[in-house]
């Protein structure tokens, strides 16, 4: 293990990610000597807390990253477009959230507890993958190591702070005038009105009626696995709920897999947390998951039309592990820091 600390910066310090991973940092105890915020010219200038100290968020400019060991994105596909091979230039482990590395063959696609031998072949850049398709591998790949994986159908239920800080701001308002009875909130970051309605539409549709997001989890899922023609398929649906994101996962297997065989594996897997009692009441949702960095599973049965297939409800916390975390734990891979976390209640 490194003894070493290190000088982290973090770009879109002020986004919902951006501030789970000033969070996040602190409470894996990850040895950070020097911390450096960036964010936009909109939000340049604000304070955030981090280790009992205040920390000015900086914009971006053309000295930023001189002498930081580690340097996290999470400011959109352009901006790392931008910048991200500039701070692996300047010396920096670069980690990023967009969607702009991802299927690179140059870069790395990273889940610690699935393909951690993968970070150590990075020339600098490393990519997070997307939310959605961290905490579907994180429960499929222990299965996928037992029984070959043969097919994956997927539809999610994602909450609005995917989108961001004014999305969630949106649902609250929209809820808030519709059960007051007020004038409806107009929709400005969605199509039409989140509130107590259901949005089959997550980033940009391509010429066959695929989402962007749905296409990242299929090619993501992929490279993550090792698996390059996987048959996956994805239908990703944005829900009226704050934080997490939840999943119904089919998957088929090359030979059969039990139910219980199924729960004892994931029961052992790292990273998943079972909960699979569904006539007691247990099972995973969104509010379970929140402000944890575990993928919950649950629902785990028979798919009644395929002998070999399974079906399993998966819930993680979007901001965390499905972002902020699983970028701390990749630089936690690379530095070798791992002893330096704490295991979260």
Same mark, same amino acid.
């Given at each position: 293990?490194?003894?070493?600390?290190?000088?982290?910066?973090?770009?879109?310090?002020?986004?919902?990610?951006?501030?789970?991973?000033?969070?996040?940092?602190?409470?894996?105890?990850?040895?950070?000597?020097?911390?450096?915020?960036?964010?936009?010219?909109?939000?340049?200038?604000?304070?955030?807390?981090?280790?009992?100290?205040?920390?000015?968020?900086?914009?971006?400019?053309?000295?930023?990253?001189?002498?930081?060991?580690?340097?996290?994105?999470?400011?959109?596909?352009?901006?790392?477009?931008?910048?991200?091979?500039? #701070? $692996?230039?300047?010396?920096?482990?670069? %980690?990023? =959230?967009? +969607?702009?590395?991802?299927?690179?063959?140059? !870069?790395? /696609?990273?889940?610690?507890?699935?393909?951690?031998? #993968? $970070?150590?072949?990075?020339?600098?850049? %490393?990519? =997070?993958? +997307?939310?959605?398709?961290?905490?579907?591998? !994180?429960? /499929?790949?222990?299965?996928?190591?037992?029984?070959?994986?043969?097919?994956?159908?997927?539809?999610?239920?994602?909450?609005?702070?995917?989108?961001?800080?004014?999305?969630?701001?949106? /649902?609250?308002?929209?809820?808030?005038?519709?059960?007051?009875?007020?004038?409806?909130?107009?929709?400005?970051?969605?199509?039409?009105?989140?509130?107590?309605?259901?949005?089959?539409?997550?980033?940009?549709?391509?010429?066959?009626?695929?989402?962007?997001?749905?296409?990242?989890?299929?090619?993501?899922?992929?490279?993550?696995?090792?698996?390059?023609?996987?048959?996956?398929?994805?239908?990703?649906?944005?829900?009226?709920?704050?934080?997490?994101?939840?999943?119904?996962?089919?998957?088929?297997?090359?030979?059969?897999?039990?139910?219980?065989?199924?729960?004892?594996?994931?029961?052992?897997?790292?990273?998943?947390?079972?909960?699979?009692?569904?006539?007691?009441?247990?099972?995973?949702?969104?509010?379970?998951?929140?402000?944890?960095?575990?993928?919950?599973?649950?629902?785990?049965?028979?798919?009644?039309?395929?002998?070999?297939?399974?079906?399993?409800?998966?819930?993680?916390?979007?901001?965390?592990?499905?972002?902020?975390?699983?970028?701390?734990?990749?630089?936690?891979?690379?530095?070798?820091?791992?002893?330096?976390?704490?295991?979260?209640?």
């Amino acid at each position: 293990m490194s003894s070493k600390s290190y000088r982290v910066g973090i770009v879109g310090a002020t986004g919902a990610v951006g501030m789970r991973m000033v969070e996040v940092l602190g409470e894996r105890h990850f040895p950070v000597c020097e911390l450096r915020l960036f964010s936009t010219v909109r939000s340049a200038g604000k304070k955030v807390s981090f280790g009992g100290d205040e920390h000015t968020v900086q914009e971006l400019g053309s000295k930023s990253f001189d002498g930081l060991d580690l340097v996290l994105f999470s400011a959109g596909t352009q901006v790392s477009l931008d910048h991200c091979w500039r #701070a $692996a230039e300047a010396g920096a482990l670069v %980690i990023d =959230n967009s +969607n702009a590395w991802r299927m690179d063959r140059h !870069v790395p /696609l990273v889940v610690p507890e699935v393909n951690p031998k #993968a $970070a150590q072949k990075h020339r600098g850049l %490393i990519a =997070n993958p +997307n939310c959605s398709t961290i905490q579907m591998v !994180v429960a /499929l790949a222990p299965l996928h190591r037992h029984a070959q994986i043969e097919r994956i159908v997927v539809s999610t239920y994602q909450s609005v702070s995917g989108t961001g800080l004014d999305a969630m701001a949106e /649902l609250e308002a929209q809820a808030r005038a519709e059960l007051n009875g007020d004038a409806e909130v107009p929709p400005k970051v969605y199509p039409v009105t989140i509130a107590f309605n259901c949005l089959p539409h997550i980033d940009v549709f391509d010429d066959r009626g695929n989402t962007l997001e749905e296409m990242k989890m299929v090619r993501e899922t992929r490279k993550i696995l090792e698996e390059p023609g996987l048959p996956v398929t994805a239908t990703c649906v944005r829900v009226p709920v704050r934080i997490s994101h939840a999943e119904a996962v089919n998957a088929v297997f090359s030979k059969n897999l039990t139910p219980r065989i199924a729960r004892q594996i994931l029961e052992k897997a790292p990273g998943v947390v079972v909960m699979d009692d569904p006539g007691n009441r247990v099972y995973p949702h969104p509010r379970s998951a929140t402000g944890r960095d575990e993928v919950f599973v649950g629902r785990i049965r028979r798919d009644t039309s395929h002998p070999r297939g399974l079906n399993l409800w998966v819930v993680a916390d979007n901001l965390r592990k499905g972002a902020a975390t699983n970028a701390i734990q990749i630089a936690e891979l690379v530095f070798d820091t791992g002893s330096c976390q704490r295991r979260r209640k």
